[in-house]
């Protein structure tokens, strides 16, 4: 039995355990007979759906192609928004079984004292208000979270920020980037809701569009339904991308050098009219002045790929440039980008995701990916240096996007 086996029937036992708690908390609801029927009815049927939502995605774990499902991410996301919702609910009510437990010994106490003299009872007799009460705050992740599966990821959101910079050639005077990440074409299965975030992207009217990264979740071939509506996309000075570390996934172990599988690879770029960028720069020109554009692979810490090189891409390219940098993995930034000798003016970078999950309101940001990555979206300035974090246009494992909606990040340059 592999590791991930293992954690899946760790994952199971848990989970039943908090089945079987949720079915007594919530039947306590249900006075008469009837009415209990009816809700254990309900209740089997739903459970008996979870889990066998569990053992598709089980079934798919064997195969090692999750990322590359998005039936099995479906199974998947359905799983993970009823284990939650249940945590929650579970959590909830053992705060009040505990606290229940400490008044029955405090009214025990209260009676011993009294000697049975008194009528009142130091136990609040107060657990149907309290199962009602965590069943509606349980009932918020879970509903938000199918909101996520349902909707959320496809519902696009457009960022722009302003940056300024004094060395900005002048011509570049209101230049504007559209930035996109992290695709996971494997995962889609909605095309009409992915043609939303290309009509999104055209409609910013990009000067030069950025793809950084993560393509695919782990076969070339899953853009092939996508080809067209990627290649739709326009942009006046062109389209330029990167890999990401899943592109890396399916690929055989062997160098790329005349190698098929890599060539096929290359050629899809080429057919959605993307310049892919292997540790190299470009210069883009508007009215006798340029700008040089940077693409490096991916540059991660273990156990990401540690491909790309930033100095092989800047060879050639002068110290008084002003430089973008695509780069996947905004750990590079910290690690290669700042320490390096020639100041790199703008990095863009994706990866994160923000998790899928978190809360992205003004002053109110928050998603478990910060305890994994100390920069991890949005934007960051360091020694007059800016790295954009990206959130992502497409989603990954879990089949959904909650607070964390996907991105197109609209950054317009100017002289400062």
């Not at 066998?52 to 192609?65: A, D, H, R």
């Not at 092939?224 to 996309?233: E, G, Q, V």
């Not at 478990?368 to 992502?392: F, S, T």
Request: hydrophobic share 40%.
């Amino acid at each position: 039995m592999n590791s991930r086996t293992r954690f899946l029937f760790v994952l199971l036992g848990m989970y039943l355990i908090l089945d079987l708690y949720t079915y007594f908390g919530l039947r306590s609801l249900f006075v008469d007979r009837q009415s209990r029927l009816i809700f254990s009815g309900i209740y089997i049927a739903s459970s008996l759906f979870f889990f066998f939502s569990f053992y598709k995605v089980f079934e798919v774990v064997q195969t090692g192609s999750i990322f590359s499902n998005s039936s099995a991410n479906i199974y998947l996301g359905l799983f993970f928004t009823a284990f939650v919702g249940k945590l929650f609910f579970v959590v909830l009510m053992l705060l009040q079984d505990v606290g229940r437990f400490f008044f029955g010994v405090g009214n025990s106490i209260y009676q011993a004292i009294s000697d049975g003299e008194s009528e009142g009872s130091f136990l609040p007799k107060r657990r149907q208000f309290l199962t009602l009460a965590a069943s509606g705050l349980a009932a918020i992740p879970f509903v938000g979270m199918l909101y996520g599966i349902t909707k959320g990821k496809y519902a696009y959101t457009v960022e722009k920020v302003k940056l300024g910079f004094p060395d900005l050639p002048k011509a570049f005077e209101g230049f504007k980037i559209v930035q996109i990440s992290d695709i996971h074409s494997g995962s889609f299965d909605d095309a009409a809701g992915v043609a939303k975030g290309i009509e999104l992207i055209n409609a910013q009217q990009p000067d030069l569009l950025l793809f950084t990264g993560d393509l695919v979740n782990a076969d070339k071939d899953e853009i092939n339904p996508y080809i067209d509506l990627f290649k739709s996309t326009e942009a006046v000075y062109g389209k330029y991308c990167v890999l990401g570390n899943h592109d890396y996934y399916g690929a055989p172990n062997d160098a790329r050098a005349d190698n098929d599988y890599w060539r096929d690879f290359y050629s899809k770029y080429e057919a959605m009219d993307f310049r892919l960028m292997l540790n190299e720069h470009q210069y883009i020109e508007k009215d006798g002045e340029r700008i040089c554009l940077l693409g490096v692979e991916n540059w991660g810490e273990p156990p990401f790929p540690q491909i790309g090189d930033l100095d092989k891409a800047l060879k050639g390219v002068a110290e008084d440039d002003f430089c973008v940098l695509m780069s996947h993995d905004p750990t590079h930034w910290e690690y290669k980008v700042l320490p390096n000798r020639k100041k790199i003016h703008l990095t863009l970078s994706g990866h994160t995701h923000g998790m899928q999950f978190g809360i992205n309101l003004p002053g109110l940001k928050w998603s478990p990916v910060q305890y994994r990555y100390k920069r991890w979206m949005g934007l960051y300035e360091e020694a007059k240096q800016y790295l954009y974090i990206n959130r992502g246009f497409g989603f990954l494992a879990f089949p959904g996007r909650v607070g964390m909606l996907p991105e197109v990040t609209v950054i317009e340059l100017a002289r400062a």
